[in-house]
């Protein structure tokens, strides 16, 4: 039996157990459920509109083409195809007219300042169980470029200083409701992992001359973890992955922020995000999974997307050490993604 390995992320110093002598099978995870069935109203669904908040930005079909709109007051959009709207429940918010404060020092160790920002909802569908793994290609397609305009939008505000993209899919990965939907975040502060990549990548260009994460994919197209690629993006494992299945899609021609998407690489990037997360569905069972958006527009750095299968719970040794283990080796995850995300692939070809 070969002996557990230690490995290092690519620049992260954040290191963690590949647990060979622990190995699982794909098998091991189909009964994990992404959700517990329940017969409630949905807010998000047509005709419930009057439940959530004016939208900040609608997508709306009329004659066969799409138009962008908000709304105001009482009013809501009917006809909508994709919806975005202000959180109920914000983690960060912006009254009118409010300005960040300087951070708080009461002592040396106390440090605190207003969680001012932004909190939405994206709405991905009309449809209530439209999610990524099953969704027409169309429709990807403007969910990726409600991602674009609200990006654009937000991260253009003052004090914006990062705009969190994400999505949790089932109960256990953080979903509160079912229906197909993802959220963005804008905060005044640069979150821990973005900063440390930005860092790295800064000081690798500074002293290589080119971006890590080009390095990185070129690197990474020629190894066993390689999963799926088309004409603009590339989905691996990452060699020092944290969870079993994890894996990240990358643009392959540089770009620090998805505002830099052309047309075409934005059917590309819907395409990809169809057979990657409908592969997954497929290997696992339809697993709960968290999805990120990295992105921060500095020239160094490269957008990109991590999506990580909520297979495992991080138990006492994670949560005391900041050290993980993982059960799938990343190398055994790219072989069987591969396979699963090739039949997505055919089956996507037939509609």
């Known amino acids: 039996m070969s002996q557990n390995e230690l490995r290092k992320d690519y620049i ?14 794909p098998s091991d995870f189909s009964n994990v459920k992404s959700w517990d069935v329940k017969n409630t109203v949905c807010p998000f669904c047509p005709g419930n509109e009057h439940l959530t908040p004016p939208a900040t930005l609608v997508y709306v079909l009329e004659g066969g083409s799409v138009r962008k709109t908000l709304e105001n007051g009482e009013f809501r ?18 009254e009118d007219g409010q300005k960040p404060t300087q951070i708080f020092k009461s002592t040396s160790f106390h440090r605190s300042m207003k969680a001012l920002g932004f909190h939405e909802v994206l709405i991905e569908s009309p449809i209530h169980s439209e999610h990524p793994s099953v969704a027409r290609r169309s429709q990807l397609k403007l969910v990726v470029n409600a991602i674009k305009d609200r990006f654009s939008h937000l991260s253009s505000r003052e004090y914006v200083k990062y705009v969190s993209v994400f999505r949790n899919y089932g ?9 197909a939907h993802s959220q963005i975040i804008a905060t005044p502060i640069l979150p821990k992992i973005v900063k440390e990549e930005a860092e790295a990548s800064k ?16 690197e990474e197209s020629k190894s066993e973890r390689f999963i799926w690629e088309n004409e603009s993006f590339i989905a691996f494992t990452p060699w020092a992955s944290l969870n079993p299945f994890e894996f990240w899609v990358f643009p392959k021609r540089h770009q620090s922020s998805i505002l830099e998407m052309s047309e075409f690489e934005v059917e590309k990037f ?19 999974y968290n999805l990120g958006f990295h992105i921060l527009p500095e020239s160094h750095y490269h957008w990109h997307v991590e999506v990580y299968p909520k297979l495992a719970i991080w138990a006492g040794f994670e949560k005391s050490t900041g050290a993980f ?6 190398e055994d995850a790219a072989k069987s993604l591969k396979e699963s995300f090739k039949l997505e692939e055919s089956v996507l070809k037939e509609q």
Request: proline content about 7%; hydrophobic content about 40%; charged content about 20%.
């Open 203 to 218: 000081n690798y260009y500074e002293s290589e001359g080119k971006c890590v994460f080009c390095s990185i994919v070129e």
């Open 325 to 330: 283990i993982n059960t799938i080796p990343p």
């Open 171 to 179: 109960a256990s990965a953080g979903a509160s409701l079912s229906h």
């Open 270 to 288: 819907a395409e990809i995000l169809r057979v990657s997360l409908g592969g997954l569905r497929r290997l696992l069972n339809d697993p709960p």
């Open 12 to 25: 992260l110093d954040r290191w963690v157990v590949i647990a060979s002598q622990r190995r699982k099978r």
């Open 77 to 94: 959009c009917k006809n909508w195809v994709v919806r975005c709207i202000p959180n109920l429940y914000p983690a960060f918010s912006m």
